[in-house]
């Protein structure tokens, strides 16, 4: 299939070729081409065949071959060599490399062409109206091709985006469920532990202080009641993603800090009162998992839990001193506490530390990004950039503008030569010169369209001045 491809369109323009050089001579009252020009053509056309079959490939090379070939079927017979595998080999230049490449390509073509023109046809004034239009049919064709390499580009990029979006999918289903099981390890985790400290202490303070043991077994009834009711807010959670908690943060944070407060340790507490978004939650979680840590690894201890705002970032930091009791309860933990925080710091894009202090105590500091602040992007606008297809659009608008009332000026100029009052080569030099200082300032349409404007409309007030001046008889200015 792919070598039908490759080979469809080559003999295709070969065939049209060998067409053209046997019906060609009677269309264009040219001589017909000799034996040794028709065997020049027929080798050229052959070449031109093979080679056009790699321009998906090797499309630079087969521009190459294909200018060589075209200059040595031009050379053997000018009018009879229609030169259509150039316009394809540009094409596939065009969409297959860079802009630049396709610019260097396009002026390669041209050039060669104008240089087999003038060699065969002389300077006169039918030359001019061949070197516009062959320019014009090999921008055209550049033109596509570049049009042709964004359409593919964009096709490109839009496959890249949606195999990236299925990826994301998974990796967030990936992360939701991680997320799911840290969260479930905190809950239990800080509940259960409070639990368990609470009935060890109603026992140790059985013999001593009985008066105490109701209010201990009462919190831990109530404890676990909260634990319940957090698991069962979880499993809500996991049913439906996108009901999320009501509360304000800064509030379920205080909440949570006084429910460790109420097991008798001293807790002190820096937190502002607007924290919201990711990094919120984030903070959230972290928080809890340290306050576990700290009632089953350091009974006892003080803590303080503070969050700072600074350069955009918050910087929470949750700190106990040395533990003052001698129970221990490190065998309730599971040993994914720290490395569970630190993945919720990563999941909003922050960091985390975690490390004992100088004293005995331990430390955790996470810095996570502030998402309730304002936008990096709508501080700094980035300015707006053109597309690429509307710099092509500008391009041909201005070269299309310029070109075709220059071809049909070449075309009519071959019937004012056979008046006395024609324009003469200065006149048409002079109209062309009005045509691209009207057509140029198209480029920039979109950058300046009110001094475009003004431009386009004086020049277009030039052109009854330049017409009277051209219709002077002979075809040259009065002295």
Not at 76 to 99: H, I, W
């Amino acid at each position: 299939m792919e070598t039908t491809r490759n080979w469809a369109l080559p003999v295709l323009l070969a065939s049209a070729q060998v067409v053209w050089l046997w019906h060609g001579a009677a269309v264009t009252d040219s001589p017909a081409p000799g034996p040794a020009a028709l065997v020049g053509i027929l080798v050229a056309v052959a070449v031109e065949t093979v080679v056009l079959t790699r321009r998906r490939t090797a499309p630079v090379r087969v521009l190459v071959w294909t200018l060589g070939a075209s200059v040595l079927g031009q050379a053997m017979a000018y009018d009879a060599y229609a030169d259509l595998g150039l316009l394809v080999a540009l094409y596939s230049v065009a969409v297959r490399r860079s802009a630049a490449l396709a610019t260097r390509a396009l002026g390669a073509a041209v050039g060669s062409s104008w240089l087999m023109a003038v060699v065969q046809i002389g300077f006169r004034t039918a030359l001019a109206t061949q070197l516009v239009l062959q320019a014009a049919a090999y921008v055209i064709c550049a033109g596509l091709g570049q049009a042709r390499r964004q359409w593919l580009a964009r096709k490109l990029a839009a496959a890249r985006l949606l195999a990236g979006a299925e990826e994301n999918r998974q990796q967030a289903g990936e992360a939701e469920r991680g997320r799911l099981a840290r969260e479930l390890h905190d809950v239990s985790a800080h509940h259960l532990t409070s639990v368990v400290v609470t009935v060890d202490a109603a026992r140790r303070l059985g013999d001593r202080r009985p008066e105490l043991v109701p209010e201990a077994m009462e919190f831990a009834e109530r404890t676990g009641r909260e634990t319940l009711t957090a698991i069962q807010r979880l499993v809500v959670a996991m049913r439906d993603a996108g009901h999320a908690d009501p509360r304000p943060m800064a509030g379920r944070i205080h909440e949570l800090v006084a429910a460790f407060g109420r097991l008798g340790r001293p807790i002190a507490t820096e937190i502002p009162e607007d924290l919201a978004g990711p990094s919120a939650e984030a903070v959230h979680g972290i928080a809890r998992e340290a306050l576990t840590n700290a009632l089953r690894y350091a009974p006892g201890a003080a803590v303080r839990v503070a969050v700072r705002r600074e350069d955009a970032t918050l910087e929470l930091t949750v700190e106990n001193a040395a533990p003052r009791g001698t129970p221990d309860y490190r065998g309730m933990g599971s040993g994914r506490g720290v490395s569970g925080m630190r993945e919720r710091a990563a999941a909003v894009g922050g960091d985390l530390t975690a490390g004992p202090r100088p004293d005995g105590g331990w430390s955790v500091r996470a810095t996570l990004p502030d998402t309730t602040g304002p936008r990096q992007s709508a501080l700094n606008p980035r300015r707006r950039r053109f597309l690429r297809e509307q710099r092509l659009t500008d391009t041909v608008l201005a070269f299309t503008a310029a070109v075709l009332p220059l071809i049909v000026l070449l075309v009519a100029a071959e019937g004012w030569k056979q008046h006395d009052g024609g324009a003469g080569p200065w006149g048409i030099g002079l109209l062309s010169s009005l045509l691209t200082l009207h057509a140029l300032p198209l480029l920039w349409r979109r950058r300046a369209p009110w001094t475009v404007l003004v431009t386009v409309l004086v020049t277009s007030w030039l052109w009854p001045l330049v017409c009277v001046f051209t219709a002077r008889p002979g075809g040259a200015p009065a002295d």
